[in-house]
């Protein structure tokens, strides 16, 4: 097949690298050839696309969703659906949201839990062409507790013992990192998001076991105990880490930066999760400089911890809990926008935070993440000029996976 040469006015590699104006990205059998700007040594049978004013970024990644959800209106609504549904329609809602996320510029996703192992169903059929979607890494269902945070999704541990053998079942079934509860959650009656589901030692054999097995460890960690014992276990990468004090009411935090300093940067990360309450802020601003001061302050505010935690060294990445109420799939260009107030970032760190970053803390950065030569050839074309409007990441006009066109102004193509 002749190359493919992408053109554009903006290029935005992922790396944190300043935007090159004009850019272009030459793709050769699925994979980055080069990346420049537009000169005369391209193949004279080369097939070029021209942009014109829009801007070249690297496909999107979502490093924590969870596709079986339905996003719905409230927790109990979502809860409900899920836990109702046949395993097929499970699968079909996983496609379909899968697929929605990719149609607007989603490529990767990690899927942070469902039911048992049916996403492992979903990643397969999509890695073996039967249906389309983004790269999708998967845990199967997180680990908890009888009663824990998500006990619904089918894979309970209550001890030691229990602990491991959840881990070694998840692994065996094909799970591509294992994710704990390692505190409670809003979405589950009877969990308290402040307090620990697991004592140190129970999380601690997880962690050394996961390891063992050359799996990543991601715990949902909420509450200020929850964190402090997964950082000290060796946790991959804590998602939320919110610091809610021992109540676990909204609002009510306890940061420990002792603990925070601990977490190692070489092999930890914090993601943090900007999802529909943020994502509100900035739906149907075309320009930041739109935003009321009071609106920008209060998603400001939101950051605070997880600002303090990147300007120490700590690797930090934004995703978005997609599925969970109101945080839809498709949404996620919102959460890049709310994450460039959130964190005070410029455009382009906020491309990285959302594309490089993330697939570096999962493994994938040797994949995918950034328009570099030898990375599978994810791109994300939006129109005008992303890095002096972020803004324009809401407006994809093409999608291509692995070098190929898989969407058009927020549609998917046939297969």
């Known amino acids: 097949m002749p190359d493919l040469v992408l053109r554009a006015a903006t290029l935005i590699d992922g790396t944190g690298a300043e ?64 836990m109702g549904a046949s395993d097929a329609e499970r699968i079909a809602t996983a496609i379909g949201n899968a697929q929605r996320g990719l149609a607007t510029g989603v490529t990767t996703m990690r899927d942070t839990g469902g039911y048992l192992t049916l996403n492992m169903d979903v990643r397969d059929a999509i890695n073996d062409g039967h249906v389309i979607g983004p790269r999708l890494l998967v845990c199967g269902a997180p680990i908890t507790t009888t009663a824990g ?14 602990v491991v053998e959840a881990v070694r079942t998840m692994a065996e079934a094909g799970a591509d990192f294992i994710k704990v509860m390692a505190t409670g959650g809003m979405m589950t009656p009877g969990t308290s998001p402040g307090m620990t589901q697991y004592s140190e030692g ?27 014992m997964a950082i000290d276990a060796g946790v991959d990468t804590l998602e939320h880490c919110s610091w809610l004090d021992e109540t676990g009411q909204h609002g ?29 802020y900035v739906r149907g601003v075309d320009h930041l400089d739109e935003m009321s001061e009071s609106d920008r ?9 997880h600002r303090a935690m990147r300007a120490s060294g700590t690797p930090v ?3 978005s809990d997609a599925g969970v109420m109101t945080t839809k799939h498709d949404e996620f260009a919102l959460t890049v926008i709310a994450a460039a107030v959130t964190l005070d970032l410029s455009p382009v760190e906020a491309i990285n ?17 950034a328009l570099k030569p ?15 409007n972020i803004c324009c990441v809401a407006d994809p006009i093409a999608v291509y996976l692995g070098g190929r066109e898989v969407a058009r102004d927020r549609r998917l193509l046939a297969a």
Request: net charge negative.
């Open 374 to 388: 030898g990375l599978a050839a994810d791109v994300l074309v939006v129109e005008d000029d992303v890095g002096e």
């Open 317 to 319: 990445v934004v995703s």
């Open 202 to 228: 129970e999380l601690q054999a997880l962690v050394d076991d996961s390891h063992r097995l050359r799996k990543q460890v991601a715990a949902h960690v909420l509450g200020t105990t929850g964190c402090i």
């Open 252 to 280: 009510a935090f306890r940061f420990d930066a002792e603990a925070a300093a601990r977490i190692s940067p070489a092999t930890q990360s914090v993601h943090m999760t900007v999802g529909a309450g943020s994502r509100d």
């Open 353 to 369: 935070i959302t594309t490089y970053a993330p697939a570096s803390t999962i493994g994938l950065g040797e994949v995918t993440g």
């Open 19 to 82: 935007p090159l104006r004009p850019g272009q990205v030459t793709i050769r059998d699925g994979k980055i050839a080069a990346v420049g700007a537009p000169g005369r040594r391209d193949p004279a049978d080369a097939e070029i696309v021209d942009y014109g004013d829009a801007t070249l970024l690297p496909g999107l990644i979502d490093a924590h969703v969870h596709v079986q959800f339905t996003a719905g209106p409230d927790h109990p609504t979502t809860r409900g659906i899920h």
């Open 297 to 305: 302050e209060e998603l400001y505010e939101r950051g605070r911890y």
């Open 149 to 162: 945070h998500l006990h619904w999704c089918g894979l309970r541990a209550d001890n030691r013992d229990e």
